[in-house]
């Protein structure tokens, strides 16, 4: 396995859609259908939200590679309201790359530029039944506030969110 991160390609845009929708399935396999993932993921990460994503100097998509073979992407922007926060939209890795290293090397190669641009603080929102995915963000520093919990859908599917965050001490 020889994992790299890499910005992604607009060549790439269909593999990293069927990610999303792979991951978000992965998430709550009970409770959200199929097909409203895929709906979801098609609409969320469309050709265009991505291209303009790649296009805007506040918005970031990294691609992981195994082998030139995308197997995880992290799609970050910054908060128009406030620069130093940074906002992950999705941050995943394909189920045989589901581990804390994967996902924290995508996740660290994605921030750091930011951090050192000035970014301060790092939040990212999780379905409440995505348990696994929420042990691994955890793992990698993310911190998660349950009492501020809200609901969201993913399709027809109502979810509980919990969101997270990360605050980054400058120097660390």
């Given at each position: ?13 269909d593999i ?29 990460y469309s ?126």
């Amino acid at each position: 396995m020889s994992l790299e991160v890499r910005p992604a390609a607009e060549n790439e845009f269909d593999i990293l859609r069927k990610i999303a929708a792979q991951c978000l399935s992965d998430f709550c396999p009970e409770e959200i259908d199929k097909t409203d993932v895929e709906s979801w993921s098609e609409k969320r990460y469309s050709d265009d939200t991505l291209r303009k994503c790649l296009s805007d100097s506040d918005c970031s998509i990294n691609t992981m590679v195994d082998n030139d073979r995308p197997v995880g992407f992290c799609m970050m922007k910054l908060r128009p309201d406030d620069r130093r926060i940074g906002q992950i939209d999705l941050l995943v890795v394909t189920p045989e790359h589901k581990n804390h290293n994967s996902v924290f090397k995508l996740f660290q190669q994605t921030i750091k530029p930011r951090i050192d641009a000035g970014m301060t603080e790092v939040e990212i929102n999780i379905p409440e039944c995505a348990r696994p995915w929420i042990d691994i963000y955890t793992r990698i520093g993310l911190e998660f506030e349950p009492w501020r919990k809200f609901e969201d859908y993913i399709g027809k599917q109502k979810l509980i969110f919990w969101p997270g965050m990360l605050v980054i001490v400058p120097g660390c």
